[in-house]
C-alpha cells in the first residue's frame, strides 16, 4: 500500500438507528395536508408572476433579446428555412392522405401559439413524418376512397370524389389534432411530462426506424407513379409492398425520373453542405431550389399531361375558414390520439433538450407539453393535422445560428406568403418530387437499422427493446407500436428489478469493509446484501434469494455435509448416552429432491450435537441498495423476522434509507406483536450491526452452553419419538437446538407432558415456510 495513502481512523460507538436520533436530537418534519393545500392554491403577486413567466416564456426573454447581434441571423435563418417547410409540409400531408395544403396550413397556425408558450429557442413545430403517417391511418380508415366512389356512366369507369373527400379528411384530421390537443394540455396540467421517461432510447430508436421504413414504403406509390389502394392496421406495410410489387410494371417513367434527378440532386447538395457547412453563411435551400425548377419543367413542357403524371395540383390562396372540431368522432380516435400525443410530446423533448444542451439554456418538460398541446388546439380549428418538432427546419434554423424564436416568425411568414400568393403557381409540381425529398430526409432515420449490431455487444435488454418495438411497430401499425413497446420496456425494468441477485458479504481482514470474499471471517454472522426495490413482484424472490446465500454460505463452512444429506431436511433419533442431529441444508433449484420412496439416511450420516459446525446467530440484511418497499415487502421482512427468531436467529438491517425507512414504519414493521421488527435491530451501516451481533453473541455464551448441558440430559419415549418423527422434514439449522419453540417441545416432553401434535406441527410447519427453514424447502 502506498505510504502516503491517508489512515482512516474512527472511534465512536455502534450506532443503531434509534439510538442516533436519541444522540443526535432528530426531529420528524410533518407537512400536514391542509399546509400543503393552502401553499398549492396561494395567491400573491410574485406568484402570480412566476406563473406568466412560467407558462409564457416570451415575457421572459423577449425583453432581453439583442437586436444588434442576432436580429439578423434569426432572419436570414428562419427565411432559409422556411424554404425547406414549404414543400416538406406538402410532402408530410400526402402521407397523412390529405391535399398539399393542409401541409402548408399545419407549417403556419401551430407556429403562432408556440411563439409565445415554447421553451426550446431553435425549435420550429411543423408536420412530422411519423405524426403524418399516423393520422394517415386514421383518415384511411374513417374516411376511405370506397365511400367517395361512383360509377360514371359517360366515362364508363368508376371515379373519386376527390374534392369531398379531401373536405372529409381534412375535417377528421382537425379532430384528431383537436383531441390530442386536449390530452397534451391535460397531461400537462396534471404534470404528467415526466412520462417521457418510461420512453427508453432504445423504444425511441426502434420506432422511428420502424415508422421511417414505413413511410419510405409508403412513398413508393408517389416516386413509382402507380396507384396503390390504402391501408391501414396490422400487416398494412405488407400489403403495400405485395401491390407495389405488383404495380411496378405499370411505372410512370416520368415520374420516376423526376424523382431520381431530384433525389441524386439533393443527395449531393447535402453532402457538399455538411462538408462545408462551417464555410457557409446559411444553408443552401436546395428542397426549394429543387421544387422551383421541377414545377417550372413540368408546367412550361406540359409533361402531366403529356405523361400522365400524378401532379399537386390546385392549391387555395388565403386562410382557411375556421371550423368547430366534430366532438362525437373523439371516440373512434382516442386511442391513436393518445399515442400521437404522447410520441409527438417525446419527440419535441428529446430534440428540445438536445438544443438546450447545446447552447446553454433549459427546457420545462411540462411548459413544452403544454406549448405543444395549445399549437395543436389552436391549429385545429384550421383543419391542420397533428404537429410536433419539424426536425430538418429545427436543424436548418440551429446550423444557421438562430438564437431565438424570432426565426420561427420568419418561418411562418414564408409559409404565409405561399398560402397567399405563391401556391397557385405549385399546381403542376409532380409528387414524385414531394416523394424523393421525403425519401432522402430518411437517411438518417434508416441508418439506424444497424442499432442491434451495436446495442447487442453494449446491452442485450435494451437490444431486445429495440428488436421488439421495431417488428411491433412495422408489422403491426404505429399505435400498437406503441403500445407493445413501452409494455415491454416497462416488463423488463421490472424483471431486472424482480430478479436481481444478491450476494452474501463477510468482513476484509480487520476493517468496516464488507465484500464478497472467498473466505469468511466473522463468524457466527452472515450478511446478505440486496440492490433492488423490495416490492410486490420480487418480495417472495427476495426471501429465496436470501435463504439461497444462506444455503451456500453453510456449505462451505461445514464440509461434513453429505450430499444425501443435503437432499434432505433432518432426522433426528435418540440413545440412552445422547441426541444425534442430522443436518440436510437443500435448497430449492439446489439440488434433486429426494424421491418419496427413498430410505432415509442412516447412521453414518449422523452427526452428534457437540460435533456441529459453529452456528451462526444473527443474519443481516444490508439493505442499501433498497429504494423503495411496499406493503408486500414489508409483511416478507416481518415474516422472515418472527421464524428466524423463532429458530434462534437475530434479523438485522443494515443501511437502510430514510424513505425507506418511513415505508417500514408507515406498514407497520415496528408494530408491536408477532413479527414486529424491533427498531433497536436498526443500524447505520453493515459494521455498526456486526459489532452489536457479536457483542450480543458473547454475552449469551454461558447460557447457551448450560442449555447444551440440560439437552443431552434429555431421555425421549418412544411415543415422544413417534411425535416428533411427524416434523423429520424440519430443516435443523445449526443454531435451531436453541430456538425458543425446541426447547419448550423438548422441556413438556422430559416432564412426561404430552404435546399437542398437529398444534406443534402446524407451528413448525409456518415457521419453515416463512423463514425458508435456512435451507428454504417446503414441508411436506
Known amino acids: 500500500m502506498d505510504q502516503d495513502t491517508p489512515r482512516y481512523v474512527i472511534d465512536r460507538p455502534a450506532y443503531n438507528v434509534a439510538d442516533f ?106 408536420t412530422f413524418a411519423v405524426l403524418s403517417i399516423m393520422v394517415g391511418t386514421v383518415c384511411l380508415r374513417m374516411a376511405p376512397e370506397s365511400h367517395f366512389s361512383r360509377f360514371n356512366a359517360t366515362l364508363n369507369a368508376t371515379v373519386v370524389d376527390t374534392e369531398r373527400m379531401n373536405e372529409v379528411r381534412m375535417g377528421i384530421s382537425g379532430t384528431l389534432a383537436c383531441l390530442t390537443a386536449v390530452i397534451q394540455m391535460g397531461l400537462s396540467l396534471m404534470q404528467f411530462g415526466f412520462v417521457a421517461i418510461y420512453l427508453s432510447e432504445a423504444f425511441i430508436r426502434g420506432f422511428m426506424t420502424a415508422a421511417g421504413l414505413q413511410i419510405l414504403i409508403s412513398v413508393l406509390k408517389y416516386i413509382f407513379g402507380i396507384r396503390v389502394p390504402p391501408y ?18 405499370r411505372t410512370n417513367v416520368a415520374s420516376l425520373l423526376f ?77 391513436t390520439a393518445f399515442s400521437l400525443a404522447v410520441v409527438g410530446y417525446v419527440v419535441n423533448l428529446a430534440i428540445g433538450r438536445t438544443l438546450a444542451a447545446k447552447h446553454g439554456y433549459d427546457v420545462d418538460p411540462n411548459q413544452e407539453m403544454l406549448a405543444l398541446g395549445c399549437s395543436n388546439f389552436f391549429g385545429s380549428f384550421f383543419k391542420i393535422h397533428v404537429i410536433c418538432c ?41 409528387k414524385s ?64 428489478t424482480q430478479f436481481r441477485n444478491g450476494s452474501a458479504m463477510d468482513q476484509i481482514m480487520d476493517t468496516d469493509i464488507y465484500k464478497n470474499p472467498k473466505v469468511a471471517s466473522v463468524k457466527g454472522v452472515k450478511i446478505v446484501n440486496y440492490c433492488s426495490p423490495l416490492y410486490f413482484a420480487n418480495a417472495e424472490i427476495f426471501r429465496q434469494k436470501v435463504v439461497k446465500k444462506l444455503v451456500l454460505a453453510r456449505r462451505k463452512f461445514s464440509q461434513t455435509i453429505s450430499q444425501l444429506e443435503l437432499q434432505n431436511d433432518f432426522d ?71 421464524s428466524y427468531e423463532m429458530l434462534g436467529i437475530k434479523l438485522l438491517l443494515a443501511s437502510v434509507q430514510a424513505q425507506v425507512y418511513e415505508e417500514l414504519e408507515a406498514g407497520g414493521a415496528f408494530d408491536d406483536g408477532e413479527g414486529g421488527i424491533s427498531r433497536r435491530h436498526l443500524f447505520l451501516t453493515v459494521h455498526d450491526a456486526v459489532l452489536y451481533a457479536q457483542h450480543a453473541s458473547a454475552g449469551n455464551a454461558a447460557g447457551l452452553s448450560k442449555a447444551q448441558k440440560e439437552r443431552r440430559e434429555l431421555a425421549l419415549t418412544a411415543d415422544d419419538q413417534k411425535d416428533l418423527e411427524q416434523v423429520r422434514w424440519l430443516p435443523l439449522s445449526s443454531v435451531v437446538h436453541t430456538s425458543p419453540l425446541r426447547q419448550a417441545m423438548l422441556s413438556a416432553l422430559n416432564k412426561g407432558t404430552r404435546v399437542d401434535r398437529h398444534d406443534a406441527v402446524g407451528r413448525l410447519k409456518e415457521v419453515i415456510r416463512t423463514a425458508g427453514g435456512i435451507a428454504g424447502v417446503n414441508p411436506p
Not at 400489403?239 to 411496378?248: E, K, N
Not at 451495436?454 to 427493446?465: A, E, F, I, M, T
Open 433 to 496: 418530387v414531394l416523394g424523393a425529398l421525403i425519401a432522402v430526409n430518411l437517411k438518417n432515420t434508416l441508418l439506424q437499422l444497424s442499432d442491434p449490431y451495436y446495442l447487442w455487444h453494449k446491452s442485450r435488454s435494451d437490444c431486445c427493446v429495440w428488436v421488439v418495438t421495431f417488428l411491433a411497430t412495422f408489422f403491426l401499425s404505429l399505435p400498437y407500436g406503441v403500445g407493445v413497446g413501452v409494455s415491454f420496456s416497462v416488463l423488463v425494468v421490472v424483471f431486472k
Open 259 to 335: 424523382a431520381l434527378v431530384s433525389s441524386a440532386v439533393l443527395i449531393v447538395s447535402k453532402e457538399l453542405g455538411a462538408h462545408y457547412r462551417h464555410k457557409l453563411p446559411f444553408p443552401i435551400p436546395m428542397e426549394i431550389i429543387i421544387v422551383v425548377v421541377a414545377t417550372a419543367l413540368s408546367g412550361l413542357l406540359d409533361l402531366p399531361e403529356i405523361y400522365h403524371m400524378d401532379i399537386v395540383g390546385e392549391i387555395p390562396l388565403g386562410f382557411p375558414a375556421p371550423v368547430l372540431p366534430s366532438v362525437g368522432d373523439w371516440e373512434d380516435m382516442l386511442s
Open 390 to 430: 419539424a426536425l430538418s427546419v429545427t436543424l436548418a434554423v440551429d446550423n444557421a445560428g438562430g438564437t431565438s424564436q424570432l426565426a420561427s416568425l420568419c418561418v411562418m411568414l414564408v409559409v404565409m406568403i405561399t398560402m397567399l400568393a405563391l401556391g397557385v403557381y405549385l399546381k403542376p409540381l409532380p
Open 572 to 642: 433426528f433419533t435418540t440413545s440412552t448416552s445422547s441426541s444425534y442431529v442430522n443436518f440436510h441444508c437443500s435448497d430449492i433449484g439446489l439440488e434433486e429432491q429426494t424421491p418419496s420412496g427413498a430410505p432415509s439416511p442412516g447412521p453414518p450420516d449422523l452427526l452428534p450435537l457437540d460435533s456441529q459446525p459453529m452456528p451462526f446467530h444473527a443474519l443481516i440484511l444490508d439493505l442499501a441498495g433498497v429504494c423503495f418497499v411496499d406493503l408486500n415487502g414489508v409483511k416478507v421482512l416481518a415474516k422472515m423476522n418472527s
Open 232 to 249: 391501414s392496421g396490422p400487416l398494412a406495410v405488407v400489403y403495400t409492398l405485395v401491390d407495389i410489387a405488383r404495380g411496378l410494371p
Open 21 to 126: 436520533n436519541r444522540d443526535f436530537d432528530k426531529k420528524d418534519r410533518q407537512f400536514p395536508v391542509g399546509e400543503k393545500i393552502k401553499k398549492v392554491f396561494r395567491c400573491s403577486g410574485p406568484r402570480l408572476k412566476g406563473l406568466l413567466v412560467r407558462h409564457l416564456p416570451v415575457v421572459r426573454w423577449l425583453p432581453r433579446y439583442k437586436a444588434k447581434e442576432n436580429l439578423l441571423i434569426d432572419v436570414v435563418s428562419g427565411v432559409s428555412a422556411g424554404t425547406i417547410q414549404v414543400p416538406q409540409g406538402m410532402a408530410f400531408a400526402l402521407l397523412a392522405s390529405l391535399p398539399p395544403v393542409n401541409g402548408l396550413y399545419s407549417s403556419f397556425f401551430p407556429l403562432i401559439p408556440y411563439f409565445f408558450m415554447g421553451t426550446a429557442h431553435q425549435m420550429v413545430p411543423g
